[in-house]
Structures are given as structure tokens and as C-alpha cells.
């Protein structure tokens, strides 16, 4: 049966006969148990409709999220990859880190006091 046909189905509203009184509390119920089952099966409906849309709506963030996770791992892995080479370009030079000591590191004396390191251009984010 069509959603909503029952209001339009009037066999079961009629006017009981005079002689009909246990029929026609008998069909009263019936109008009334399928009442109240329409509005459940309408709220129903309704509740089903609402938590689909409030889960698409999770969804679509939850994807935009991700995108925007994903974007940051890539620049992280970018910058990793750069800081890297700058590493292995700098280490050849570095007289600093063949030193035993920490303290050599910061304040050798060959670099007139401290240690000398290259200019770094910062990442760009």
C-alpha cells in the first residue's frame, strides 16, 4: 500500500449500523492501531532519513580531513627529503662533527671559536 493512502481509504471510517456496536469498537481500534502505526512508521522514516543525511555529512568530512592529512604527510616527506640532502651536502664540510666531543662541536677553535654552519633557507610550508 502506498505511504499516506490510508487517509484516503475511508471503508474503514464509516458510520456503524445500530445494530453493530461490538463491529464498529472493533473497527475504532483498528482505525486507531493504524494511526498510531503510520505516525511510528512516518517517525521512523524520519529518524532513518536524519541519520543518514548527519552520516553523509560525517562522511564528506571525514574525506576532507583525510585529503587534508595526505597533503600534510606529502609537504612532511617533501621537507624530510630536502633536510636530507642539506644533511649529506653539509656533512662533507662540517669539520665539526668528526669531533669525540659535543663541546668541540659547538666551540672549535678552527672555526675562530664556534662552529660554523651554512645558511639554511627554511622550508617553505
Do not use: F, W
Not at 16 to 28: E, F, L
Amino acid at each position: 500500500m502506498a505511504q499516506g493512502s490510508d487517509s484516503n481509504d475511508t471503508s474503514y471510517t464509516r458510520s456503524p449500523s445500530p445494530g453493530s456496536t461490538r463491529g464498529s469498537q472493533d473497527d475504532m481500534r483498528k482505525v486507531m492501531r493504524r494511526e498510531k502505526n503510520r505516525i511510528a512508521a512516518q517517525k521512523s522514516r524520519l529518524r532513518q532519513t536524519q541519520k543518514a543525511d548527519s552520516l553523509h555529512l560525517e562522511s564528506e568530512n571525514l574525506e576532507k580531513e583525510n585529503a587534508a592529512l595526505r597533503k600534510e604527510v606529502k609537504r612532511l616527506r617533501e621537507e624530510a627529503k630536502y633536510l636530507t640532502s642539506v644533511l649529506n651536502n653539509h656533512e662533507p664540510v662540517c669539520t665539526g662533527l668528526s669531533s669525540p666531543s659535543s663541546s668541540d662541536l659547538l666551540y672549535s677553535a678552527h672555526h675562530g671559536g664556534y662552529h660554523q654552519h651554512i645558511a639554511v633557507q627554511h622550508y617553505p610550508l
